[in-house]
């Protein structure tokens, strides 16, 4: 195992930026672009329109937790992708097929993240993916935690990630 370096703000914002781009190029065949940094109020361009948000936790040496908000149109889109399914096979299959692939996207960037703090020395394990769909959400911040927020084009769609995380 690696010696334990600080996680830095580089750090951090290197490792899901990597984490992203590979999810977008392997699973959903679009480039992912980091776009911006943002503050706490990262979700202003999100209240009116309906969304999925995608959790997993992570738990060890470095104790945290990454959030994606997800538009509902590029889930509509990422679905077809993933699955090989024409719009109309992935409506009439329902909300549980858009969760699977929101489950599945937030299972492998957050898992992408985890592996890279493990090799930096900071091993930990996942937890299970929570999926919300909806509009007007948001995210409250964890209590002592460090918080980053990215913004990311997928395709023509922004896609946020929201990490906060505490270590030892």
Same mark, same amino acid.
């Not at 329109?49 to 040496?61: A, I, Q, R, T």
């Not at 590029?74 to 909300?95: C, H, K, N, T, Y």
């Not at 703090?117 to 935690?145: M, Y």
């Given at each position: 195992?690696?010696?334990?370096?600080?996680?830095?703000?580089?750090?951090?914002?290197?490792?899901?930026?990597?984490?992203?781009?590979?999810?977008?190029?392997?699973?959903?065949?679009?480039?992912?672009?980091? +776009?911006?940094?943002?503050?706490?109020?990262?979700?202003? $361009? @999100? *209240?009116?329109? #309906?969304?999925?948000? /995608?959790?997993?936790?992570?738990?060890?040496?470095?104790?945290?937790?990454?959030?994606?908000?997800?538009?509902?149109?590029?889930?509509?889109?990422?679905?077809?992708?993933?699955?090989?399914?024409?719009?109309?096979?992935?409506?009439?299959?329902?909300?549980?097929?858009?969760?699977?692939? +929101?489950?599945?996207?937030?299972?492998?960037?957050?898992? $992408? @993240? *985890?592996?890279? #703090?493990?090799?930096? /020395?900071?091993?930990?394990?996942?937890?299970?993916?929570?999926?919300?769909?909806?509009?007007?959400?948001?995210?409250?911040?964890?209590?002592?935690?460090?918080?980053?927020?990215?913004?990311?084009?997928?395709?023509?769609?922004?896609?946020?990630?929201?990490?906060?995380?505490?270590?030892?």
């Amino acid at each position: 195992m690696a010696i334990a370096q600080p996680i830095s703000d580089t750090l951090v914002q290197d490792l899901i930026i990597r984490a992203v781009r590979n999810v977008c190029t392997r699973m959903l065949k679009c480039e992912a672009s980091f +776009v911006e940094r943002s503050a706490v109020a990262a979700y202003a $361009g @999100f *209240k009116d329109k #309906l969304h999925f948000f /995608g959790s997993v936790g992570f738990v060890g040496h470095v104790d945290g937790i990454i959030y994606l908000c997800i538009p509902d149109d590029f889930v509509q889109q990422a679905a077809g992708r993933m699955l090989g399914m024409s719009q109309a096979e992935i409506q009439m299959s329902g909300d549980s097929v858009l969760k699977d692939v +929101v489950g599945e996207i937030t299972n492998m960037t957050v898992g $992408g @993240f *985890k592996n890279a #703090l493990c090799d930096t /020395g900071f091993p930990c394990k996942l937890t299970l993916p929570t999926i919300v769909r909806g509009d007007h959400l948001s995210v409250s911040g964890l209590k002592n935690s460090e918080r980053h927020i990215f913004h990311f084009d997928c395709g023509g769609h922004r896609l946020v990630t929201d990490i906060q995380m505490r270590h030892e």
